[in-house]
C-alpha cells in the first residue's frame, strides 16, 4: 500500500467523529484472462478490497471479487492475506453461467427420524 491510501485511512480514521465513516476499502481492479475447466480463455475482471493496516482489520484484511465474461460474478472470503484470498477462492464458480449456477448444498440428513425406532 502507498503511502497516500495509508495516509488516507489514517486520516479519515481519526476524523470518524467529523466523516461519519464507520468502514473503508481501497480497491485495485486487475483484468485478467484464464483458462476454465474446459479449457476456454475467460476474460476477468477481478477486483482486489483491502480494508487497511489498522491490526483490528488484520483477520479480515482483504477480499477478492470477480467477475467473469459470461457475467458470472463470485465474492470470495474475508482473509488476513492475498495469498489465502487466491488461494480459497472459488475460481471454478465463476465458469458456469450465471442461470445455471449450482444451487448451494443442502445441509446433511441428521441419522435417525423422529418418531422412528
Known amino acids: 500500500m502507498d503511502l497516500l491510501v495509508e ?16 468502514e473503508m476499502y481501497h480497491h ?3 483484468r485478467l484472462f484464464r483458462y476454465t475447466e474446459s479449457g476456454e480463455v475467460q476474460d476477468v475482471m477481478l477486483e482486489v478490497s483491502d480494508a487497511g493496516p489498522d491490526p483490528k ?7 477478492l471479487a470477480a467477475t467473469a465474461d ?7 472470503s474475508r482473509c488476513p492475506s492475498i ?3 487466491v488461494a480459497v477462492f472459488r475460481w471454478h464458480a465463476l465458469d ?9 448444498p443442502k ?11
Open 107 to 117: 445441509p446433511a440428513r441428521r441419522n435417525g427420524r423422529k418418531g422412528k425406532t
Open 28 to 30: 485495485l481492479t486487475f
Open 83 to 85: 495469498d489465502i484470498c
Open 96 to 104: 458456469f453461467p450465471p442461470e445455471n449456477f449450482p444451487p448451494p
Open 7 to 22: 495516509k488516507v485511512f489514517e486520516v479519515l480514521g481519526r476524523k470518524q467523529r467529523l466523516t461519519g465513516v464507520c
Open 70 to 76: 459470461n457475467g458470472r460474478r463470485v465474492v470470495g
Open 57 to 63: 482489520h488484520a483477520q479480515y484484511r482483504y477480499r
